[in-house]
C-alpha cells in the first residue's frame, strides 16, 4: 500500500512513525508546503498528564519528548491586580519547534519519506497513491477538494488574538484579565522552556475596533499589548514571529473519510486553545488511524474503524473546548463578578468539572472560593 501524508505538522508525522514502526517496508511520503524549521507561535501546551497516554504503547517517542517539557501543577488568575491560584489542575508545555524536530528526528530514524518545501496543489497529482491523508490543517487541501462528501464545515469565533512569545518566565499557566480605555483584554501565558514563554492576547471585535488594531502594523499591535500588559511583563518585551490577529477557526466534518481520502488533526476538527488538547488530540487521532490501518487489510473498513473508535471520544472531548471557547469569547462580562465568581466561572466552564470534583483536585482553591463567597 502507498500511502501519501499531506501536513508535517504533529499529527502527519506521528502517523508517518506509526505506520513504518508497525511496518517498516510500508512505503510512506509525508508532503509539506513550508521549510522543516517554519512554524509560527512559541510553546504548545499539554493539559492534565502531559504525554502519559504514549508511555505504554511508545515509550520512546514518550522519553524523547518529555526531558524537554516544562511541567506545573497550578493556574493562576490576575483579576483587577488580585491574584487568585488554582491547585492541583496540572500542564505541561514544549516549543512548537523542539516538538517537530524531536518528531522529524522519530519518523527520519524510521526511514520515512518526508518531502518539505513542497505544495501539492491538486490531489490528482496523488493519484497512484492508495491512501491520502489529511493532516493539513485548517485550510486542509483534502478537505476543500471533497467538502460535500466530507459534509465539512468552517466557521470563526468573533474574538481575535494574536500569539507572542517573551522572555519573561512564568511559574504556571496564567491568565491576566485587564480593562483598558479601550476595553477588555486577556493572555494566556506560560513558560515552555526555562527563559521563554507563551503569550496571546486575545480581545473581543468591540475591543478590537475601538483599540485600532485591523490598522497597526505588527510592530505597533506588539507596543501596544506591552503596555496593556507592562504589569504581567514586568519589563520584558513581547516577541513576534508572523503575530498577526486571528480569529480561532472551527472546523466540522460530519464524515471522517471519503473512499481513499481521510482526516485527522485540524483538518478534522478545532479545539480552542484555551484547553491546551489541540496538539494531543492530534496525536490520538494519529494512534487510532494507524491502529485501524493494521486492523483491516481494506482501506474503507480501516477508516471507517477509525471513525467509529475515535469519534465518540473525540467529540466528548470538543464539546468541552467548544464550551470553553463560548466562556472566552464573554470573557468581558465575566471580569465584572466577583474574583470568587470569576474564578469557579473560568474553572467550571468547559462543563467538566463541578465543585464536588475541585473539592478532590483543588482543595485549597475550594476553600478559598467558600471563604470568599458572600
Same mark, same amino acid.
Given at each position: 500500500?502507498?500511502?501519501?501524508?499531506?501536513?508535517? %505538522?504533529?499529527?502527519?508525522?506521528?502517523?508517518?512513525?506509526?505506520?513504518?514502526?508497525?511496518?517498516?517496508?510500508?512505503?510512506?511520503?509525508?508532503?509539506? #508546503?513550508?521549510?522543516?524549521?517554519?512554524?509560527?507561535?512559541?510553546?504548545?501546551?499539554?493539559?492534565?498528564?502531559?504525554?502519559?497516554?504514549?508511555?505504554?504503547?511508545?515509550?520512546?517517542?514518550?522519553?524523547?519528548?518529555?526531558?524537554?517539557?516544562?511541567?506545573?501543577?497550578?493556574?493562576?488568575?490576575?483579576?483587577?491586580?488580585?491574584?487568585?491560584?488554582?491547585?492541583?489542575? %496540572?500542564?505541561?508545555?514544549?516549543?512548537?519547534?523542539?516538538?517537530?524536530?524531536?518528531?522529524?528526528?522519530?519518523?527520519?530514524?524510521?526511514?520515512?519519506?518526508?518531502?518539505?518545501?513542497?505544495?501539492?496543489?491538486?490531489? @490528482? @497529482?496523488?493519484?497512484?497513491?492508495?491512501?491520502?491523508?489529511?493532516?493539513?490543517?485548517?485550510?486542509?487541501?483534502?478537505?476543500?477538494?471533497?467538502?460535500?462528501?466530507? %459534509?465539512?464545515?468552517?466557521?470563526?469565533?468573533?474574538?481575535?488574538?494574536?500569539?507572542?512569545?517573551?522572555?519573561?518566565?512564568?511559574?504556571?499557566?496564567? #491568565? +491576566?484579565?485587564?480593562?483598558?480605555?479601550?476595553?477588555?483584554?486577556?493572555?494566556?501565558?506560560?513558560?515552555?522552556?526555562?527563559?521563554?514563554?507563551?503569550?496571546?492576547?486575545?480581545?473581543?471585535?468591540? +475591543?478590537?475596533?475601538?483599540?485600532?488594531?485591523?490598522?497597526?502594523?505588527?510592530?505597533?499591535?506588539?507596543?501596544?499589548? @506591552?503596555?496593556?500588559?507592562?504589569?504581567?511583563?514586568?519589563?520584558?518585551?513581547?516577541?513576534?514571529?508572523?503575530?498577526?490577529?486571528? #480569529?480561532?477557526?472551527?472546523?466540522?466534518?460530519?464524515?471522517?473519510?471519503?473512499?481513499?481520502?481521510?482526516?485527522?488533526?485540524?483538518?478534522?476538527?478545532?479545539?480552542?486553545?484555551?484547553?491546551?488538547?489541540?496538539?494531543?488530540?492530534?496525536?490520538?487521532?494519529?494512534?487510532?488511524?494507524?491502529?485501524?490501518?493494521?486492523?483491516?487489510?481494506?482501506?474503507?473498513?480501516?477508516?471507517?474503524?477509525?471513525?467509529?473508535?475515535?469519534?465518540?471520544?473525540?467529540?466528548?472531548?470538543?464539546?468541552?473546548?467548544?464550551?470553553?471557547?463560548?466562556?472566552?469569547?464573554?470573557?468581558?462580562?465575566?471580569?465584572?463578578?466577583?474574583?470568587?465568581?470569576?474564578?469557579?466561572?473560568?474553572?467550571?466552564?468547559?462543563?467538566?468539572?463541578?465543585?464536588?470534583?475541585?473539592?478532590?483536585?483543588?482543595?485549597?482553591?475550594?476553600?478559598?472560593?467558600?471563604?470568599?463567597?458572600?
Amino acid at each position: 500500500m502507498r500511502i501519501a501524508i499531506l501536513g508535517a %505538522g504533529p499529527a502527519g508525522l506521528y502517523l508517518s512513525y506509526l505506520i513504518k514502526r508497525r511496518v517498516p517496508d510500508a512505503d510512506v511520503t509525508v508532503f509539506e #508546503q513550508n521549510a522543516a524549521d517554519a512554524t509560527f507561535g512559541f510553546g504548545v501546551v499539554f493539559s492534565d498528564r502531559a504525554l502519559e497516554f504514549l508511555r505504554d504503547d511508545d515509550e520512546e517517542t514518550y522519553a524523547a519528548i518529555v526531558p524537554h517539557m516544562e511541567t506545573w501543577q497550578d493556574i493562576t488568575l490576575v483579576l483587577r491586580g488580585e491574584r487568585i491560584t488554582i491547585d492541583g489542575i %496540572g500542564f505541561a508545555a514544549i516549543g512548537r519547534l523542539k516538538l517537530l524536530r524531536l518528531l522529524q528526528a522519530r519518523a527520519a530514524a524510521a526511514r520515512v519519506t518526508a518531502i518539505y518545501g513542497c505544495a501539492v496543489k491538486s490531489l @490528482e @497529482e496523488l493519484a497512484d497513491f492508495d491512501l491520502v491523508v489529511g493532516a493539513d490543517g485548517v485550510n486542509s487541501l483534502v478537505r476543500r477538494t471533497h467538502a460535500q462528501a466530507f %459534509g465539512a464545515s468552517l466557521g470563526h469565533l468573533s474574538n481575535r488574538f494574536a500569539w507572542f512569545g517573551t522572555a519573561k518566565r512564568f511559574e504556571t499557566l496564567t #491568565q +491576566t484579565f485587564v480593562e483598558s480605555e479601550w476595553g477588555a483584554f486577556n493572555a494566556h501565558h506560560y513558560r515552555y522552556e526555562t527563559d521563554k514563554s507563551t503569550f496571546i492576547v486575545e480581545t473581543d471585535a468591540a +475591543t478590537f475596533q475601538r483599540a485600532g488594531l485591523e490598522a497597526m502594523n505588527e510592530r505597533d499591535a506588539k507596543a501596544l499589548c @506591552e503596555r496593556i500588559f507592562a504589569e504581567a511583563l514586568d519589563g520584558e518585551a513581547l516577541i513576534s514571529n508572523n503575530s498577526i490577529w486571528r #480569529q480561532f477557526p472551527i472546523v466540522g466534518n460530519q464524515h471522517w473519510s471519503h473512499g481513499k481520502y481521510v482526516l485527522l488533526g485540524d483538518a478534522l476538527h478545532t479545539a480552542h486553545f484555551s484547553i491546551g488538547s489541540g496538539t494531543r488530540l492530534a496525536l490520538e487521532d494519529a494512534i487510532a488511524l494507524d491502529k485501524a490501518l493494521a486492523a483491516h487489510k481494506d482501506v474503507r473498513e480501516a477508516l471507517g474503524a477509525y471513525e467509529a473508535a475515535r469519534r465518540p471520544i473525540l467529540e466528548k472531548l470538543v464539546a468541552g473546548a467548544d464550551s470553553s471557547a463560548q466562556w472566552y469569547q464573554g470573557f468581558a462580562a465575566h471580569m465584572k463578578l466577583p474574583a470568587a465568581d470569576f474564578a469557579m466561572s473560568y474553572i467550571t466552564r468547559s462543563g467538566r468539572v463541578d465543585i464536588e470534583r475541585l473539592r478532590k483536585l483543588s482543595p485549597k482553591f475550594v476553600d478559598w472560593y467558600e471563604r470568599e463567597r458572600p
